[in-house]
C-alpha cells in the first residue's frame, strides 16, 4: 500500500476548461483540493454537494476567490452519502432541468464510524457500507441521463489500497444491514471500524468493475461512453483523522494524529491522481480499473478479480440501495 507517490502524477488542466463537474464530498481533503484547481483550470460549472452546507458554503468561498474565468460558477448543494432519500433528493433536484450536464461526477465522500452511536443509516443500514457503496450507486443510477449528454463523461471514486488489507465472506452474507462484517462496539466504540472501512474499499473497487462492465454492453447505447475509475490516493492528511468529527477520546486520535502529522501528503497531492483521471485522454485509460497513488492500474485482491463473487456482490448492493436491476444491467 503505498503513502505517497513515488512519481508526479501529470496533469492536463487545459481538458477542464468549459466543463461542468460536480463534486461529492468537496468543503475539505481532497475533494477541496478538486474544486480549488478546478476553478483555476476554467472550469465551466462546478457543483460542491456536501453534507454540511453551512461547512460547504464557507469553503465555496475560499474556492471562488481561486477562479481564473469570469464564466466559472460554484454552487454548494446538499447530499448525504448515507442516506438513500438524501441522494435520492439531490439528483431529483439537479433533474429539474433536463439540459443540465455533467461531464465529471467525482465522488469523494467517505466514512469510518469509531462511534457506535453512528454505526446505523437512516435506512437501517450498516453506516460505512451505507455511505462508502451504496449511496454513490443511489447517486449514479439517478444522474446518468445528465451524464449521457457529455461527449465525454467519468465519474471518478476516490478509494484505497487499504482494500488490500481485506477479506470479504465467500458470498455476500444473509445480514440485512450489511453483506460483510458488522460492527463490534464495546461501550462507546467500534473496535473493528478499521476493517469495516477496508471492506467497503475493496467492496467498492468490486463494485467499480461491475458498473464499468455495465456501460460498456449496456442495451441504451447512450450509456456505454461512461468511463468509471478509483484510486487510491495515497495517504493523506485529512478529516478522517479528526477526533472531533467522531466524537472520539485523546486515547484514540493521539496516536492517529501522530502518523498523520508524520507521514501523510497533502490533499493537494492525493488529489492529483483524481484530477489525472479526469483529464487524460480516454484512449489511455483503461475502464473500470483501480489506481494506485501514482495514477497507474494496480491489482488488489484475488477476491478483487473473482468475477463471479463480484457480480453477488454487486447484485446485493443494488438491492440494498433500492435500485432497480435494469440500471445496471450485466450481461
Not at 150 to 177: E, V, W
Not at 258 to 280: D, H, K, Q
Amino acid at each position: 500500500m503505498g503513502l505517497r507517490p513515488t512519481k508526479e502524477v501529470k496533469i492536463n488542466g487545459e481538458t477542464f476548461e468549459g466543463k461542468t463537474v460536480v463534486c461529492v464530498g468537496a468543503n475539505a481533503g481532497i475533494g477541496l483540493a478538486k474544486c480549488d484547481y478546478l476553478v483555476e483550470n476554467k472550469v465551466s460549472r462546478l457543483i460542491m454537494a456536501c453534507r454540511s452546507t453551512d461547512k460547504a458554503e464557507k469553503a465555496r468561498q475560499e474556492v471562488v476567490k481561486k477562479i481564473k474565468n469570469d464564466s466559472t460558477t460554484v454552487e454548494v448543494w446538499k447530499i448525504d452519502l448515507a442516506s438513500l432519500s438524501s441522494c435520492r433528493e439531490f439528483a431529483s433536484k439537479w433533474n429539474a432541468n433536463p439540459d443540465n450536464k455533467i461531464d465529471i461526477l467525482y465522488l469523494n465522500a467517505g466514512l469510518i464510524a469509531p462511534n457506535a452511536s453512528l454505526i446505523t443509516s437512516e435506512d437501517g443500514l450498516e453506516m460505512t457500507y451505507a455511505c462508502n457503496v451504496l449511496g454513490h450507486l443511489a447517486v449514479i443510477e439517478q444522474l446518468l441521463p445528465s451524464l449521457a449528454l457529455s461527449d465525454d463523461p467519468r465519474i471518478i471514486f476516490t478509494g484505497s489500497s487499504g482494500a488490500k488489507m481485506s477479506t470479504l465472506p465467500d458470498h455476500p452474507g444473509s445480514n440485512k444491514r450489511t453483506p460483510l462484517r458488522d460492527a463490534w462496539s464495546i461501550g462507546s466504540y467500534v473496535l473493528n471500524a478499521f476493517n469495516i472501512y477496508t471492506d467497503t474499499k475493496l467492496l467498492l473497487a468490486m463494485v467499480v468493475r461491475e458498473l464499468q462492465e455495465s456501460f460498456k454492453n449496456h442495451p441504451d447505447e447512450k450509456y456505454r461512453k461512461i468511463f468509471v475509475a478509483n484510486y487510491h490516493p495515497g495517504f493523506v492528511k485529512t478529516t478522517i483523522s479528526n477526533k472531533d468529527h467522531y466524537g472520539l477520546s485523546s486515547l484514540l486520535s493521539i496516536p492517529v494524529d501522530f502518523l498523520t502529522n508524520r507521514y501523510a501528503i497533502t490533499p493537494e497531492v492525493g488529489a492529483r491522481p483524481g484530477l489525472y483521471l479526469g483529464s487524460a485522454s480516454i484512449e489511455q485509460l483503461p475502464g473500470g480499473e483501480f489506481w494506485d497513488e501514482n495514477a497507474e492500474p494496480a491489482s488488489l485482491t484475488a477476491q478483487y478479480d473473482n468475477e463471479a463473487l463480484r457480480r453477488e456482490y454487486f447484485e446485493r448492493c443494488i438491492k440494498d440501495a433500492g435500485i432497480n436491476p435494469s440500471t445496471f444491467p450485466l450481461p
